[in-house]
T-cell receptor, first 115, second 114 residues
């Protein structure tokens, strides 16, 4: 079945630095990928929709200059958390839509801790 | 907000019992999906029910959908300790921006006691 690989699984960074998270579709092409954030014991909140070859669409309240999304190829989307602050510490999950299978496949998530 | 709501927020049952989780949503949908998440892990797709379907089965899972009430339920029969996880419903809504996306419910934390 469709597989989405997300890296890194865990990252600890210092305040003020930037962190890049990668999301790859391994055996299918994904023109659209999605980035979610999940705080402890809470649900997933959609942050943005990443479109291959064009600008991402951000949900209301998500700062596009802080959460940079790049979807340069049909198999790779990246989320860069810029100038990270402790309040950005969260679990970030990507997903990709497999058009042929008409389903969504999720990455295994990235636990970001900003110290 | 397009986020749905689930109840109960937490459910604790004995192994072998059935577990029922409910989900309510707000918008018109293409389909509704149920996912499972073990603590600190990614999501695993369980089952998808389309807007024109009323009930669907997959193994020990039974999902119902009532579009008039904008609600769905997930029933896990003969629960096992390994079913302990958080369960989320997610609605795949009619596109407003040209791209479908999923909006997740608040989740139900299920604990199955051996």
């Amino acid at each position: 079945g469709a597989v989405v690989s997300q890296h890194p699984s865990r990252v600890i960074c210092k305040s003020g630095t930037s962190v890049k998270i990668e999301c790859r579709s391994l055996d299918f092409q994904a023109t659209t990928m999605f980035w979610y954030r999940q705080f402890p014991k809470q649900s997933l909140m959609l942050m943005a929709t990443s479109n291959e070859g064009s600008k991402a669409t951000y949900e209301q309240g998500v700062e596009k200059d802080k959460f940079l999304i790049n979807h340069a190829s049909l198999t790779l989307s990246t989320l860069t958390v810029t100038s990270a602050h402790p309040e950005d510490s969260s679990f970030y999950i990507c997903s990709a839509r497999d058009i042929q299978a008409n389903g969504y496949t999720f990455g295994s998530g990235t636990r970001l801790t900003v110290v | 907000s397009q986020q749905g709501e689930e109840d109960p927020q937490a459910l604790s049952i004995q192994e072998g019992e059935n577990a029922t989780m409910n989900c309510s949503y707000k918008t018109s949908i293409n389909n509704l999906q149920w996912y499972r998440q073990n603590s600190g892990r990614g999501l695993v797709h369980l089952i998808l029910i389309r807007s024109n379907e009323r009930e669907k089965h997959s193994g020990r899972l039974r999902v119902t959908l009532d579009t008039s009430k904008k609600s769905s339920s997930l029933l896990i029969t003969a629960s096992r300790a390994a079913d302990t996880a958080s369960y989320f419903c997610a609605t795949d809504s009619l596109p407003s921006t040209g791209a479908n996306n999923l909006f997740f419910g608040t989740g139900t934390r299920l604990t199955v006691i051996p």
